[in-house]
């Protein structure tokens, strides 16, 4: 379930979790992808405007942005509240996803890339660990969550462990494959998040989106049983 894609409306984000709730009680377990909006601009998702190394506004009480950024994890917890938790139902909660990449606000910027990249990993630890505790404590959903930590599939670019928020904080390390070659993740990131020591998942999987291309799953699935 995708919730705050651009055009979803309330009811499509009840009926989404709705068909999560179903699929737990038919043997599985969904993902919940939070797609957090811009809580600078009140912006999408891939609004990039913000200050260089401001994500310590999110866990600074007395700014817009820490207001905004609360009011969004109670919004998410009130949904998942309704119609998840209090019917006993986990999910894997995947936020901040693709956080290496370059294409949402909560990623490394410019700068933050670069020279700056140790205090940006800091804010963002602090941002991912803050919004942890307030679903998982004081909003008390934490049995109930699997936190899913998301790196883009571009590991050349950045380290895919590199924004890691600790272990307390996280239950499966994932990436994206959106490639030509389905098998293929990019260069060394397999081998730097499964060195974290947890279980390790695709959260997303397709073909190149340059290309148009088509995976081959059987393919796929054999390179997995190898």
């Known amino acids: 379930a995708a919730l705050h894609h651009t055009g979803a409306t309330d009811a499509m984000i009840r009926t989404a979790l709705w068909h999560a709730h179903d699929y737990f009680y038919c043997g599985g377990v969904a993902t919940i992808y939070e797609n ?6 009140g912006g999408g998702s891939n609004d990039l405007t913000r200050d260089p190394l401001s994500l310590d506004d999110l866990y600074t009480p007395g700014n817009a942005a820490y207001t905004a950024f609360h009011t969004e994890l109670d919004w ?23 956080c290496t990449g370059t294409w949402y606000w909560w990623s490394p910027l410019g700068s933050e890339r670069t020279t700056n990249l140790a205090a940006f990993t800091a804010q963002f630890v602090n ?20 936190w899913v930590y998301n790196s883009a599939n571009q590991d050349s670019s950045l380290n895919s462990a590199q ?20 098998f293929t993740i990019g260069g060394s990131g397999y081998a730097h998040l499964t060195a974290l020591g947890k279980p390790f998942g695709l959260f997303e999987l397709g073909g190149s989106l340059t290309t148009g291309n088509q995976p081959n799953y059987t393919t796929f699935l054999a390179r997995v049983q190898s």
């Open 36 to 41: 957090m909006p811009n809580l600078w601009t």
């Open 76 to 98: 998410l917890a009130d949904r998942l509240e309704e119609i998840l938790t209090t019917r006993g139902v986990p999910f894997f909660l995947r936020i901040f996803n693709e």
């Open 127 to 146: 941002m991912w660990q803050e919004a942890h505790d307030y679903l998982a404590v004081t909003r008390g959903l934490g049995d109930y969550i699997v």
């Open 163 to 182: 924004l890691y928020p600790g272990d307390a904080y996280v239950d499966i390390v994932t990436t994206s494959c959106y490639c030509d070659s389905p």
